[in-house]
């Protein structure tokens, strides 16, 4: 997950992409955090 963290904050587009991908499931970004479950 290490990895997964330093891409989002770091990486380029398509690696945002891939773990997305690989996570297969519904992202949320809020505050510059992504989350699995959306903030109410």
């Known amino acids: 997950m290490d ?3 330093y891409a989002f ?3 380029t587009t ?3 992409r891939e773990i997305a991908n690989v996570l ?3 992202l949320y ?3 510059e955090t992504v989350t699995s479950l959306p903030l109410v």
């Open 3 to 5: 990895y997964a963290n």
């Open 9 to 11: 904050r770091n990486g």
């Open 14 to 16: 398509q690696e945002k």
């Open 24 to 26: 297969n499931r519904q």
């Open 29 to 31: 970004i809020h505050n």
